[in-house]
């Protein structure tokens, strides 16, 4: 069925930059309100970057003033930049789109 498609994710030096993209399955539907969460090894999912059926962003904890959500013209796929990462940055970056099936995420790691 309709499934979450996550990309962007690579490996990158502490202080660099990569923007994660997710969109539908074929571009099937608009994406009106998602949350993008973080899964470390052996952790569980913790949420970064939260877009409301408002329009409006939030951010939670270190990714205030360093990540940037932002959508295409027709809303088929949101972005999310991510600037000054940091070690601990380093996870699997997931999409939820509110009725939507998971995707499998796309890994981001920072490293010296």
């Known amino acids: 069925q309709v499934r979450v498609m996550e990309s962007g994710g690579g490996s990158v030096q502490p202080g660099g930059s990569l923007t994660l993209s997710c969109t539908t399955s074929?571009?099937?539907?608009?994406?009106?309100?998602m949350v993008w969460y973080r899964q470390s090894a052996g952790e569980a999912r913790d949420p970064v970057a939260v877009?409301?059926?408002?329009?409006?962003?939030e951010y939670l904890g270190s990714a205030k003033g360093r990540f940037t959500l932002s959508r295409d013209g027709a809303k088929s796929t949101v972005y999310l930049r991510m600037d000054h990462l940091m070690p601990e940055d380093t996870g699997v970056y997931l999409c939820?789109?509110?009725?939507?099936?998971w995707g499998q995420g796309t890994q981001v790691t920072v490293s010296s």
């Open positions: 074929g571009s099937t539907r608009t994406i009106d309100a």
């Open positions: 939820k789109v509110p009725g939507i099936t």
């Open positions: 877009l409301t059926l408002e329009g409006s962003t």
